[in-house]
């Protein structure tokens, strides 16, 4: 048998000589001793970037492999088909974005510093990355068109409706809102700014037009705009 040079160099350093065909085993993550981000990272990074851009029904996993640079197995690997890709990206989104800005947004007592909060730690997320702002406002219509994907776009709106309307509540009980407030509308009320804001955010205006946004809204909660 005629070996390669690779073949003996491998050879040399097994004492037995034995040389194996079969591959190393792949493992998963990101390779030792760098700071990159892994595999699975990228997976879903492109993953909101199609899904976002493209919607549930268009996404494919070799629309994400030819964009993340791998093959469709290779995504396969991590991911056993897209609907649990899509919630791995949902869920990661949520805490990313709407965890993130709920706990940045509590230290303040006040009502529109805490609102104001929430808004810029989501417009910080969007100058990192805006796929973010896209992808939850694309989600919301996939929701429409696929019931089964309702659960995720329900629970998220869910969660700023109780973070809106609790901060509404402690400003009326420490006398920062009237007491005669009709909560709910208010409350559905600023959940629709949010999320025009999102669609701002990811399909509309540039970062720094976002910001300018934010800080007028701010001004506005603030009774300072005018």
Same mark, same amino acid.
């Given at each position: 048998m005629v070996r390669s040079p690779a073949q003996d160099e491998a050879a040399? !350093? $097994?004492p037995a000589g034995a040389v194996s065909d079969e591959p190393a085993?792949?493992?998963?993550?990101?390779?030792?001793?760098?700071?990159?981000?892994s595999t699975e990272e990228i997976i879903l990074r492109t993953a909101r970037e199609a899904f976002g851009e493209l919607?549930? $029904?268009r996404t494919t996993f070799r629309e994400i492999a030819e964009r993340a640079g791998l093959t469709r197995p290779a995504v396969n690997h991590y991911f056993p088909g897209k609907r649990a890709l899509y919630d791995a990206v949902f869920a990661s989104t949520q805490d990313r974005v709407v965890t993130a800005g709920i706990l940045?947004?509590?230290?303040d007592p006040?009502?529109?510093?805490?609102?104001?909060?929430? %808004?810029?730690?989501?417009?910080?997320?969007?100058s990192q990355d805006r796929s973010f702002a896209r992808f939850i406002t694309s989600s919301l219509l996939d929701a429409v068109r696929h019931p089964e994907l309702a659960d995720h776009a329900e629970?998220? +709106? !869910?969660a700023l409706r109780t973070f809106t309307r609790s901060i509404l509540e402690e400003g009326i009980a420490?006398?920062?809102?009237?007491?005669?407030?009709?909560?709910?509308?208010?409350? !559905?009320?600023? +959940?629709?700014i949010m999320w025009g804001m999102?669609?701002?955010?990811?399909?509309?205006?540039?970062?720094?037009? %976002? !910001?300018s946004v934010v800080d007028q809204f701010a001004m506005l909660l603030g009774g300072t705009l005018w």
């Open positions: 040399q !350093e $097994d085993p792949r493992r998963r993550g990101r390779p030792p001793a760098t700071d990159g981000p919607g549930y $029904d940045s947004a509590t230290p006040d009502v529109s510093v805490r609102l104001s909060a929430f %808004l810029h730690a989501a417009a910080d997320v969007d629970g998220q +709106l !869910e420490a006398g920062q809102v009237r007491e005669d407030l009709d909560v709910p509308a208010v409350t !559905e009320m600023l +959940l629709a999102g669609l701002y955010a990811g399909f509309v205006g540039t970062h720094e037009q %976002l !910001e």
